[in-house]
Every structure is written in structure tokens, then in C-alpha cells.
């Protein structure tokens, strides 16, 4: 079978990274995390004081900045350094949803993540690959769950890595990162036509793999 380019979509904290990597590793794919190169401009931009909405600003460090993802995904280098944990912050979170409003932002992004799927025998995970990046992909998948789930979801990995945690905080920043993704003026965060819904509320993550290779083999 000819190398695929697998597209998954869906709102923060339904689980897509968790399943992209699986999925990629049953496969003998490559993952690739691209809400981590966002999450990679939006640390250096505020290490830097830059102003989220300064989009011409952003552009330019992104253009000058150097994002690398190794190890599957699992690693995410900047410049050289390992920024794998310090982008996984709330704060990061936050902001990697503002950067990524801005279309020249985006353009830059878009252009390096095809030339990364490029070959095929990947498996992307965002929010406008199916529909943005690529949108003639093999296979495409929108993953979703119920809101309170995502939250609890999100606590339990901050508690896991010893930061607070607070349940209700947590579901009110990912209603407000779910609107600003589904109604940014550029690529906003929508199911692609022919996108597989997979839920993951009521799912294992052996179910949701299970489901994913079954419509990647039909």
C-alpha cells in the first residue's frame, strides 16, 4: 500500500495527539504534532515580550526560528533546544491560540507542515490539516469529546507533571480556545468533508486506534 497522509482535526484536549502517535506507530508512520510548532513560536514569542497580536512581528520570528519535532513527535526542539515540556504549559496553551490566529502565521506554518507530510507515511494531528494543509488527504479524521471529559483530561496530565489544577478554570479555558479556533477569520477549526467522527468520551484509546486502522485499512 502506497504511503498515506493521514489528517486528524478536533478541538484541544480531545485526545488527537494521544491517538495521531498510536495510530503512527501501528503503522510504521511518522507523527507529526503540528499544534506543537504553534505552541514552539508562542514560548519564544514570550520569552521575547513580543506581542501576540503583532502579526507582522510573529512572522518574522517565525520565519527566523528553527522547529523540530523528533522521536515521533515526542520531542519538540527550538533553535536547537529541547522545549518538549516548557510548550506544554497553560500559559503556552493560551497563547499558542492566539499566535495562531494571524494568516501569515499561518501560511508559514501550513508550508513547513506539507513539506514535512510531503512523501506520505505520515500522520498529522491540528486543527486545519483535513481542511488547510491537506486537504486531499488519504484518510481524515475529526476527533471530539464532551467538554467536561477534555477538562478532566487536561487536569489530570497538569497533575501528573505536579502543576494546579483547577477543574472548572481548566473547562473555562477550553470553551474560550474552542471558540477562538472555530471562528478565527483563517482556517478555523471545522470537521472536513468526508472526516471520520470519532468521539472519544465514552471510548479506551485501544477503542479509538481500533476504529482509526479499521477505516485506514478500508
Known sequence: MKPLVIAIDGPSGAGKS????????RLGYVFIDTGAMYRALALKASR???DAGDAAVLAELL????????????????DGEDVTASIR???????????????AVRREMVARQRELGRDGGV??????????????????????ADVRHRAERRRAELQAAGAA???????????????????????PLTRAPGALLVD???????????????????
Do not use: C, N, W
Open 165 to 187: 489544577a483547577d477543574l472548572a478554570a481548566i473547562e473555562h479555558e477550553i470553551r474560550e480556545r474552542d471558540h477562538a479556533d472555530m471562528t478565527r477569520s483563517d482556517s
Open 18 to 25: 494521544t491517538a495521531g502517535r498510536a495510530l503512527a506507530a
Open 200 to 218: 472519544t468520551t465514552e471510548l479506551t484509546p485501544e477503542q479509538v486506534i481500533e476504529r482509526m486502522l479499521a477505516a485506514v485499512r478500508a
Open 89 to 103: 504549559t497553560r500559559d503556552v496553551s493560551a497563547l499558542a491560540s492566539r499566535v495562531s490566529v494571524h494568516p
Open 48 to 50: 521575547r515580550s513580543i
Open 123 to 144: 500522520v498529522l494531528d491540528g486543527r486545519d490539516i483535513g481542511t488547510a494543509v491537506f486537504p486531499d488527504a488519504d484518510v481524515k479524521f475529526y476527533v471530539d
Open 63 to 78: 520565519k527566523a526560528s528553527r522547529i523540530e519535532l523528533r522521536e515521533g513527535g515526542r520531542q519538540v526542539l527550538l
